[in-house]
């Protein structure tokens, strides 16, 4: 390997949303060029919520995959108030679902079916527990009392550590995190409870969603926050922990649902995911730990073999398009008309 080339195992998303429908012919051969595989999230609408519903997405999904390629997607279900321990079960049985989506309700994009109280659900909770089926995790309060910047925070006070104290050996995802409470709550917690880093919160902070006027193609949730939040966020994915990990949260809308009065959270980076990643690396002088965070502590975590494949990216600059079809509209892509200073020069 030169300074000019990065060969690395092959490496899997554990967060990303596909959407559904003809979307799929954009999103599925974007994610399938570096992921081998994908943690697909179920807030669709209708959301999947059964075994069923989860295997006839899953279904849909390879459909859309390029011949030629290998790409796994693995299925979650979405936590509602109705999610009952045997419909664990069979999610655990079918191996194929490897975990289960709390979306505090109205957290997020579509997450109108999600638990207002945890309380309700203890039954189906205890149940993963006692499997060792994973609950992902969209940490924030969403009450209109409690300032935007500090819903991740109030979150982990609140709801995440009585979770925890509950259910000792559950284990957890706490996806997307976003501040240095985050990154010193998972720190504290034992080898059962893990984060996902996304390319947008390790790259970007408020000023750039704020400054100058709102950007929004950078409007996702949780909201970006402060420099020094992102520094922490650095440390963490670049300090080799095998506490965290790659997850894009790659969350794409067509721009007419962006670029309007109510605009819709998500930022989509499937299009370069890997090579936005070895940028932040690069810059933190850690390249050497980018193969651990992207291809090795999720598979770990989730109990799944290594990928034996291999991935070798160049310091060419990528560029990007200004958009990409998106069913019948368009997505405008993270970096959208600028340059990535690596490239993924092919997978073997």
């Not at 909201?223 to 080799?240: D, F, P, Q, V, Y």
């Not at 949260?249 to 959270?265: F, L, Q, V, W």
Request: hydrophobic share 40%.
């Amino acid at each position: 390997m030169s300074s000019k080339t990065l060969r690395l195992t092959q490496p899997d998303d554990w967060h990303l949303h596909l959407r559904d429908g003809e979307t799929l012919s954009t999103t599925v051969p974007h994610s399938s060029r570096t992921f081998a595989r994908a943690i697909v999230m179920p807030n669709l609408k209708p959301p999947v919520t059964t075994v069923e519903q989860a295997l006839a997405y899953r279904q849909r999904i390879i459909s859309h995959i390029p011949k030629g390629r290998s790409f796994e997607p693995l299925m979650t279900l979405y936590l509602t108030d109705k999610l009952d321990a045997e419909e664990v079960q069979r999610a655990y049985d079918e191996q194929c679902v490897h975990a289960i989506k709390f979306y505090p309700a109205g957290a997020t994009t579509n997450s109108e079916s999600g638990v207002a109280e945890l309380e309700c659900v203890y039954p189906a909770i205890e149940k993963m527990a006692e499997l060792g089926l994973p609950l992902l995790i969209h940490g924030e309060v969403t009450g209109d009392h409690i300032d935007i910047f500090d819903r991740e925070r109030v979150f982990i006070d609140n709801v995440l550590s009585p979770l925890t104290q509950k259910f000792p050996k559950l284990k957890i995802v706490l996806e997307h995190i976003t501040t240095r409470e985050a990154v010193d709550f998972v720190n504290s917690q034992g080898d059962n409870i893990a984060a996902t880093l996304t390319p947008h919160h390790l790259l970007l902070d408020r000023n750039d969603l704020l400054a100058g006027g709102v950007k929004p193609h950078y409007y996702c949730l949780p909201i970006l926050k402060r420099s020094s939040h992102r520094s922490a966020l650095i440390e963490a994915a670049t300090s080799g922990s095998p506490k965290f990990f790659l997850g894009t949260d790659s969350a794409p809308h067509a721009i007419e649902t962006k670029e309007t009065s109510c605009g819709c959270a998500g930022i989509y980076s499937a299009h370069a995911a890997l090579e936005f990643y070895a940028e932040i690396f690069e810059a933190a002088n850690a390249l050497d730990k980018l193969e651990g965070f992207a291809s090795f502590f999720g598979a770990d975590f989730y109990k799944i073999p290594r990928n034996s494949a291999k991935i070798t990216l160049s310091k060419n600059p990528l560029s990007v398009p200004a958009e990409y079809i998106f069913g019948d509209s368009t997505v405008i892509p993270m970096r959208a008309g600028e340059t990535v200073s690596w490239s993924i020069e092919e997978t073997t």
